[in-house]
C-alpha cells in the first residue's frame, strides 16, 4: 500500500479529529450527529497514521509531494 497522503493533509485530518472529540466530550455534540462524527474522527486517524487514504486510493488522488529523480 503505497502512500498517498502528505503531510498537510494528516495533520489538518489529525486536527478536524481532536476538534471533533473535544465537541464531542464537552456535550456540545449529541445523539446520532456525534456517532457519525466519532466514527468519522476515528477514520481520519486511522489514515492520518497509516498515511495511506482508501477513497484516495480508489479516485486515484494523492497529496503526497511526488519526488523527482534526476539522472546525470
Not at 28 to 54: E, N
Amino acid at each position: 500500500m503505497k502512500k498517498n497522503m502528505g503531510s498537510t493533509d494528516r495533520i489538518i485530518r489529525l486536527i478536524v479529529a481532536a476538534i471533533i472529540a473535544v465537541l464531542y466530550f464537552a456535550g456540545i455534540l449529541t445523539g446520532s450527529v456525534s456517532t457519525v462524527l466519532l466514527i468519522v474522527a476515528f477514520i481520519f486517524v486511522a489514515t492520518s497514521l497509516v498515511g495511506f487514504c482508501p477513497l484516495y486510493g480508489i479516485l486515484g488522488l494523492s497529496t503526497c509531494p511526488r519526488t523527482t529523480k534526476h539522472h546525470d
